[in-house]
């Protein structure tokens, strides 16, 4: 798996959308990652913080797909403000726990992720939706 995860802030949807074809840039305040299935982990997160049903979330169309690009694979999502409001929420030791429940749900997937590499996705992702919080807007995620 090869892909790059742009975690991003924006004012709304349509300002969010711009990013489809090169990504956020310098424009929006981001976090970049890379190799690992971000709509899949938005919601195991929202799982692991609030105890809700992958199938459930999935069903109720999380994540919410903003804008996508069939011919070269590009996607806008919206954190949903659920998972936005428990990651804001969530101390060190909540967001230490979570990512490392998210380390062991993918390695019985046999896909490793390093427990610090999950800690500083999870705490990256927390401290971006606490300054989107303060700015009054959402995040967003890009995946090429």
Same mark, same amino acid.
């Given at each position: 798996?090869?892909? #790059?995860?742009? /975690?991003?802030?924006?004012? +709304?949807?349509?300002?969010?959308?711009?990013?489809?074809?090169?990504?956020?840039?310098? @424009?929006?305040?981001?976090?970049? /990652?890379? $190799? /690992?299935?971000?709509?899949?982990?938005? =919601?195991?997160?929202?799982?692991?913080?609030?105890?809700?049903? /992958?199938?459930?979330?999935?069903?109720?169309?999380?994540?919410? !797909?903003?804008?996508? &690009?069939?011919?070269?694979?590009?996607? =806008?999502?919206? !954190?949903?403000?659920?998972?936005?409001?428990?990651?804001? +929420?969530?101390?060190?030791?909540?967001?230490? %726990?979570?990512?490392?429940?998210?380390?062991?749900?993918?390695? *019985?997937?046999?896909?490793? #992720?390093?427990? *610090? !590499?999950?800690?500083? !996705? =999870?705490?990256?992702?927390? @401290?971006?939706?606490?300054?989107? &919080?303060? &700015? $009054? &807007? %959402?995040?967003?995620?890009? =995946?090429?």
């Amino acid at each position: 798996m090869s892909l #790059i995860v742009k /975690f991003f802030v924006a004012p +709304d949807d349509t300002s969010a959308g711009l990013a489809l074809r090169a990504g956020p840039g310098r @424009a929006f305040e981001s976090l970049s /990652f890379g $190799n /690992f299935d971000p709509e899949e982990a938005v =919601v195991e997160w929202e799982c692991l913080l609030v105890d809700g049903s /992958f199938e459930e979330l999935v069903e109720a169309g999380e994540p919410r !797909i903003v804008v996508d &690009q069939d011919d070269d694979g590009c996607v =806008v999502f919206a !954190i949903s403000p659920r998972l936005s409001a428990a990651l804001a +929420d969530a101390g060190p030791s909540r967001l230490h %726990g979570v990512a490392a429940s998210w380390a062991r749900l993918r390695a *019985e997937d046999s896909e490793v #992720i390093d427990a *610090e !590499i999950a800690e500083a !996705i =999870v705490g990256g992702l927390a @401290a971006l939706v606490s300054s989107a &919080q303060r &700015q $009054n &807007q %959402g995040v967003y995620c890009w =995946v090429a």
